[in-house]
């Protein structure tokens, strides 16, 4: 149901869990590849819906994910754009 909103959070949610899961057993590659489709998706809902703050702040999580596994991979400065891109996200679902 890709014209479902909700259907398409859990999607993301899929693969943000399964990057996690992958980045945990040392699978950075496959684990980065899965952050980038749930970014995929939920800056397409964003895009999409932009008085949700709750697909705002899912996406700020998975921008700051990968920017964690990049990190944590020995590429902190691959991760700085991630992080940047996270604060830009959820600044505007605090203020």
Do not use: M
């Not at 709750?54 to 991979?73: A, E, I, P």
């Amino acid at each position: 149901f890709p014209s479902v909103p909700d259907y398409r959070e859990q999607a993301a949610a899929s693969h943000f869990n399964l990057a996690v899961v992958l980045a945990d057993q040392g699978e950075v590659k496959r684990a980065e590849a899965e952050h980038l489709k749930a970014v995929a998706v939920r800056e397409k809902l964003v895009a999409d819906f932009p008085a949700k703050p709750s697909y705002r702040v899912s996406l700020g999580v998975s921008y700051c994910t990968l920017g964690n596994t990049l990190r944590d991979d020995g590429r902190p400065a691959d991760s700085l754009a991630w992080y940047n891109q996270a604060i830009g996200t959820l600044r505007p679902v605090y203020e």
